[in-house]
Every structure is written in structure tokens, then in C-alpha cells.
């Protein structure tokens, strides 16, 4: 089993066994987003998982698929990210702004930042695509963990968090 398999069993059975566990319907606010989402990325959110690892310079998302052999997902995955890497890299976050809304947290901050000092860069998985984010400027950091909060709460059962301690991953 490869390792990204692995890393996907496992936090799905921990993302199952939480669900499970909390047993609540999704509230307005994830429901919303959810039929927000589905207006601006072209992936299915039910066949795909969002994750998002917070770093010391920034943080890394991801988005793969649930079943490694479906293609038609992954494309769809990799077309959505990488566009919106492009259009980050301009401080266009209009995507995120019509999901999340205008007053996400750190979106501001993050729309605002001059040109550059954010790294931005889309790589492609083999089960999807990821973006990284890169910074040395603090309250950039932490503007960044909160849009990845906001994200996680409001995709809640699309997504999940991941702790990485550093930036290694397989492409």
C-alpha cells in the first residue's frame, strides 16, 4: 500500500470514527457552503477530501480523491487548483470569497498582502493536486492558519486537518 493511501485510511477512519461519535446534521452554515462549494470547484466534495496541514511557514492544501483510480475526479482536482494557485498568486481569492464569504477569517489579511511575500506553488499528486503556501511574515502565518480553520469548520465532513511537521510529501 502506498504511503498516501495509508495517510488516507487512516485519517478517514479517524474523520468516521469522530462523525460517528458526534452523530449531529450538518448545520445551515455547512450545508451553504457545501451548495457554494459545488457552484465553484468542479471535483464532487463526496468523492474527495480536502486537507489541511498548518507549518511553521505557512501551510500545505491538499485535495484527493477517496478512490486513487478515479481519473475523471483527479482532473477536475488538479484543473480547480490549479487555477485558483494562479489567481492567489495575484491576491485574487474570489473563489474562496463566494464559498466562505467576504468575512472569512484571515481572507482579508491574506487578499491584502503585497505581491510576493507569499510563495505560492500547485504541485500534482498522484490522487490529486496540493498548494503550498510560504511566507516569513508572521501575521501572514497566522492569517493563513485561520483561513485554514474557517475552511476545515465549514467543510467539515469534506475535510480534515493534518499537523505536518515539515513540508516533505510525494508527488
Known sequence: MKLHQLLFSALFITHC????????????????????????MPFNLDQTLHIFSKTEAGGLQQVIVKEPSNDSQIALIREHLKKIAEEFKQGNFADPTRIHGKDMP???????????????????????????????????????HLWFDAQLNDHAQHATMHRAHHMQHNK
Not at 462523525?19 to 465553484?40: F, K, S, Y
Open 17 to 40: 470514527t469522530t462523525v460517528t461519535a458526534i452523530e449531529q446534521p450538518l448545520n445551515t452554515r455547512q450545508d451553504e457552503v457545501a451548495r457554494l462549494g459545488q457552484q465553484v
Open 106 to 144: 484571515g481572507l482579508s489579511t491574506l487578499q491584502n498582502a503585497e505581491p510576493g511575500t507569499i510563495n505560492i506553488q500547485y504541485h500534482e499528486l498522484a490522487d490529486g493536486a496540493e498548494i503550498t503556501y510560504t511566507t516569513d511574515k508572521l501575521a501572514l502565518i497566522n492569517a493563513m
